[in-house]
């Protein structure tokens, strides 16, 4: 039996959401995180309907939770804490932790951080509604509301791919055609001597970091007026490159880039023998017992560590300076 103390106390709470911390969670994953701002929206009305305060009469709880809700997180958690006397480290960490999580799930520009945030961030409100089911009867029947969130999110979910490329597709096409063959070109040239390079040494076994770090030092300040350009059409310069090179682009790239190397593993050849002697300084003529003097593994080892001079020999800056006058 409860205590006439205890009844009191739950009449004079806002009668928040009360669902069980699985239901939240497995329906806020499930919605794409619609979910949890039917969850804020059922807590603000709460928090409206008992007027608390008489500023809580001026609430709307729709704006709270749809196109303002960034603003109002931490208010709304905050105000819970406040409300069950829990104002400790360990709400407030989790407060303060869904609200940067929902921050970042905006700008996060990669796919791997929106999901891990996705499956995340629901965990951090369980304590809330922990403590909301400690003082409220937990609903047990799933509404008509709650259905339509998670129909809605994962139409919004399944669709969100089609879209985010079409509306990428749509702010390439608005650009010029000179404007395209100019940035496919660009593009193009950076990737052969990026992932082309890379991958062509990966499958002899040789990885190429020194010869990456250098290439994008090289290339800073052309990659910063690119993505300048790119950036009023609302483009990344990695988006521009998925929809300009198709994979059979990608690939042709990457096997044409097997000829550079041959073509650089000569010269490394040359320059051995010439710096060891046995190649007179005016016989630069190639010949085949030459060929088992360096494997392609140990020339992509070579470029690597001479990455300055091969990114100089490739001539990659000089081949972009060429398009970019035309950007």
């Known amino acids: 039996m409860k205590s006439k103390s205890e009844e009191k106390e739950k009449m004079t709470l806002p009668p928040f959401f009360a669902v069980s911390c699985i239901r939240l969670y497995v329906l806020s994953v499930l919605s794409f995180g619609f979910y949890e701002l039917y969850w804020m929206y059922k807590n603000w009305q709460a928090i409206k309907n008992h007027q608390e305060k008489p500023s809580d009469a001026g609430i709307y709880p729709f704006w709270r939770s749809s196109v303002f809700f960034m603003i109002w997180i931490f208010p709304l958690l905050w105000r819970m804490m406040k409300i069950y006397g829990k104002v400790t480290t360990g709400y407030m960490l989790a407060a303060v932790l869904y609200t940067f999580g929902c921050f970042l799930v905006f700008c996060a520009d990669n796919a791997l951080v929106t999901l891990v945030l996705w499956l995340i961030a629901p965990l951090l409100l369980l304590p809330f509604q922990r403590l909301i089911n400690a003082h409220n009867p937990v609903l047990k029947k799933v509404s008509g509301g709650e259905i339509g969130i998670v129909i809605g999110g994962l139409l919004i979910g399944a669709l969100y791919p089609v879209i985010s490329y079409m509306s990428r597709w749509s702010a390439v096409s608005a650009l010029d055609a000179h404007q395209k063959k100019s940035f496919f070109a660009v593009s193009g040239l950076i990737y052969r001597y990026s992932d082309g390079y890379t991958e062509a ?105 001479n990455a300055d001079f091969v990114i100089n020999f490739t001539g990659i800056k000089k081949s972009l300076n060429t398009f970019m006058n035309d950007l």
Request: glycine residues 4%; negative net charge.
């Open 201 to 305: 040494c990966a499958a002899q076994g040789q990885s190429l970091d020194n010869y990456n770090r250098s290439l994008n030092q090289a290339l800073t300040e052309e990659k910063g007026v690119i993505g300048r350009i790119l950036k009023r059409s609302g483009l990344s310069f990695d988006e521009f490159m998925n929809i300009m090179l198709n994979d059979e682009v990608k690939q042709e790239m990457i096997d044409s880039v097997t000829e550079d190397l041959e073509n650089i593993r000569k010269f490394f050849i040359l320059q051995m023998l010439k710096d060891s002697g046995d190649l007179p300084p005016d016989d630069r003529n190639w010949k085949d017992e030459y060929n088992n003097l360096l494997s392609l593994k140990e020339t992509c080892e070579l470029i690597d560590q």
